[in-house]
């Protein structure tokens, strides 16, 4: 491979455009054309909706929905990921900047697009880094937990906007008392609004494609009608609104919204700010990689596709430093609308391009429409979008299943609710690195015994296995850790203690992926105390790192016993009367 060859691969990884529009032709233009305008009505409704929910004026989800989708057509590496303003990185941000700044005043939009700026140099390190498997430190458990506890959050903090009563609160427990008190106050003609807003998209959400359907649409036509529902509901409501001036009674409505491109912002330095935004930035990044990751993986498989998360996270950390650039906040990959790009036959990140120049014509033609556009009908787009998000099966999922899952899952839920998105996502991942360390030390270890006709041993408690009283097989189904190692030794004095004709003791390290330096200790020790009480120490298929470490040290010199490549010939060697009268092995 020469050199310009390889210049290529290296610009064609960082820049994966250049590999895919080399094959760009008529036919995926058209498919991304149609995607990108069937993407750009379900957007519109979303990005004003979540700006709202993140505290910020709507046109600043216009403004975010824009330069991100270029940027990830340019860097991404999935065909279908739509970038841009999603309902639980939007409640992040709201619970972030309004620790240091209040809602509607310059100084939130600022500390807004501080967020998506430090946002944006996290990611972009730690693609740079090459460090995307830090996100598995996510298990599935918390985040299901999170985005459930997220959801309901989101929906109770959009009551207020229903029912056209202030009440404030970033958790349930602040919320749910605020809007009681709030209640006799309830304005009836926004409630009304909300309420109608609320009932259609949920029909439309579970009861216009059946409806269709039954019409003799087409599943795929069907299926994109009900995302338009949103855009039906705002139409609707802004009409009779402006018709009927239901603003002159009370109804809040979203006023002005500036018509014309994003405006080029510079985040200010401010160091105090910077400090009290980055661990909430941090986890913004953590939470909006996740799941973007997740949503890309998943669609690119469909289509026996795969995107590089490392990339991804470049791709991301450029689209959120490009938001707040042009006066948005955090972005990401989102589920919903990803889907309905799949759907729709987008077949190329280009896809999001032409996206965004929709949304960039909604904002130089359409703005001035949204002036009678219902706060409420806004309030029951994120009511509705989000109560999908809340999936209540996974407590009874994980209760069956793993009562430790279970605990990460109900720790992060109610802390989530009880204490705010920061503190919740913190906690689910503290109690699930908590719940692995305790579970990694009291590690499975199982004495094992060969099964006739075969050559294979298993668990004495399992199987009816064959033993010796002379050799003893113990099996540690995990790496070997200071954490550990006291309890590999206490079995083995136990053994010892209770078999007194004991002359041979195997350890099976087949499930033993690394040794640390206590645990090479411990095994000292072992070897040592096995050898005062006439008692030789073995090992059985010892991985090959493993063994490249212990050949490193004086361990194996000092070993009692032999290394056996497997556990068999090990028992040939040290029991073979357990083979005098067994049928030779099957064959495999």
């Known amino acids: 491979m020469d050199g310009a060859t390889r210049a290529g691969g290296l610009m064609a990884r960082w820049l994966p455009i250049l590999a ?3 094959r760009y032709d ?33 046109e600043a989800g216009l403004y975010a929905s824009i330069a991100p989708l270029v940027v990830y057509a340019v860097l991404g590496t999935s065909s279908v990921l739509a970038v841009g ?20 005043t310059a100084g939130y939009a600022a500390a807004a697009v501080v967020l998506a700026a430090l946002s944006g140099v996290i990611l972009l390190v730690m693609g740079l880094l090459r460090l995307g498997f830090l996100a598995h430190f996510l298990s599935h458990p918390v985040v299901a937990g999170f985005v459930a506890a997220s959801g309901i959050l989101i929906a109770a903090s959009q009551l207020k906007t229903l029912m056209g009563v202030r009440a404030d609160g970033q958790t349930l427990v602040e919320l749910l008392p605020a809007l009681w008190r709030a209640a006799p106050e309830t304005h009836q003609p926004t409630l009304a609004v ?3 807003a609320l009932l259609f998209l949920q029909w439309v959400r579970r009861g216009l494609k059946p409806w269709l359907l039954r019409l003799g ?19 609707v409501t802004t009409a009779l609104t402006w018709r009927l001036g239901w603003h002159e009674q009370g109804l809040r409505i979203v006023g002005h919204v500036p018509q014309g491109l994003p405006p080029w912002t510079v985040p200010a330095w401010d160091a105090p700010l910077w400090r009290q935004l980055a661990v909430p930035a941090l986890l913004i990044s953590v939470v909006g990689f996740v799941e973007s990751v997740s949503v890309g993986q998943t669609l690119a498989a469909r289509r026996r596709q795969r995107i590089e998360p490392d990339q991804e996270l470049v791709a991301l950390g450029a689209a959120n430093l490009s938001a707040a650039f042009t006066g948005g906040f955090p972005v990401t990959g989102g589920f919903a609308r990803s889907v309905v790009n799949f759907d729709a036959g987008a077949r190329t990140p280009a896809a999001g391009a032409y996206t965004a120049v929709g949304i960039v014509l909604a904002s130089l033609l359409l703005t001035p429409t949204l002036y009678y556009l219902p706060q409420a009908t806004l309030a029951a787009t994120i009511v509705v979008a989000v109560l999908s998000l809340v999936d209540l099966g996974i407590f009874g999922r994980t209760w069956r299943y793993s009562k430790a899952d279970f605990t990460a899952v109900l720790t992060t839920f109610a802390v989530t609710l009880g204490a705010g998105v920061e503190a919740g996502l913190i906690a689910g991942v503290g109690v699930s690195l908590l719940l692995f360390l305790l579970r990694s030390s009291r590690p499975h270890i199982a004495e094992v015994g060969w099964l006739p006709g075969t050559e294979h041993f298993r668990n004495v408690l399992r199987h009816p296995v064959r033993t010796s009283p002379r050799v003893a097989t113990l099996r540690v189904d995990e790496s070997l850790w200071f954490a550990n190692a006291r309890a590999l030794e206490d079995r083995i004095n136990d053994l010892v203690a209770h078999r007194p004709g004991l002359e ?10 690394a040794i640390d330096s206590s645990a090479l200790e411990s ?18 298929e010892v991985k090959g790192p493993v063994m490249d470490r212990l050949q490193g040290t004086g361990f194996l010199a000092h070993l009692s016993g032999q290394v056996y490549l497997t556990q068999y010939q090990a028992m040939q060697a040290l029991a073979p009367e357990l ?7 099957a064959a495999t």
């Open 20 to 22: 895919w529009s080399r």
């Open 26 to 58: 008529r036919a995926t233009l058209a498919q991304d054309l149609l995607a990108a305008v069937i993407v750009t009505v379900m957007l519109i409704p979303q990005s004003l909706a979540y700006a709202l929910l993140a505290g910020l004026p709507p």
């Open 85 to 104: 303003p999603v309902a639980v990185v939007s409640l992040m941000t709201a619970a972030a900047v309004g620790q240091v700044a209040a809602s509607g």
């Open 194 to 196: 909300g309420l109608a």
């Open 217 to 235: 649409v087409s599943p795929l036509a069907a299926d994109m009608l009900a995302k338009t529902g949103p855009v039906a509901a705002i139409v």
């Open 504 to 513: 041979h003791l195997v350890l099976q390290c087949s499930a033993i992926n």
């Open 523 to 540: 095994l000292e020790s072992i070897t040592a105390r096995l050898r005062d009480a006439g008692i030789r120490l073995h090992l059985s």
């Open 579 to 585: 083979f005098a009268d067994a049928p030779p092995p």
